[in-house]
């Protein structure tokens, strides 16, 4: 697969769970640490993640938007379900690593429920959009 560079990109690469794709441009607003930057407007782009396979032994079972940011030549996905998110210098191993933090993420959650019930309840939210096959 070509490696990626614009978002212009992103829309004729052949990424076969990607229905959509939109492109913002919003002013950065957020404060970290006392330091607040205004240089530049941060752009990104929203895909939809179609329901299937998403690694093997997984699969997404409900769609899925993500963001994603082109930063300094790398790429940065993330979602507003969970606040997972995965980088790279090209956005298909951006988005594997979107995916094994996601399913990692699962997997804690899931082994922790005898040490913390509560998180059946998230292991159910989870599940609404990511299972094993």
Not at 43 to 49: D, N
Request: charged letters at 15%; a negative charge.
């Amino acid at each position: 697969m070509p490696e990626l560079r614009t978002f212009a990109d992103v829309r004729t690469t052949p990424f076969p769970f990607v229905s959509a794709a939109k492109q913002y441009s919003t002013q950065p607003s957020l404060t970290i640490g006392g330091f607040f930057s205004s240089e530049k407007p941060a752009s990104y782009i929203t895909v939809l993640l179609q329901t299937g396979p998403l690694m093997t032994g997984w699969q997404l079972v409900k769609s899925l938007e993500l963001k994603v940011e082109l930063d300094s030549g790398a790429y940065l996905v993330s979602d507003a379900i969970v606040s997972m998110y995965g980088s790279c210098l090209t956005l298909p191993d951006a988005i594997k690593d979107y995916f094994t933090s996601l399913i990692e993420y699962f997997e804690l959650v899931e082994g922790q429920i005898s040490e913390e019930p509560a998180n059946q309840a998230l292991l159910e939210y989870l599940s609404q959009y990511i299972q094993r096959h």
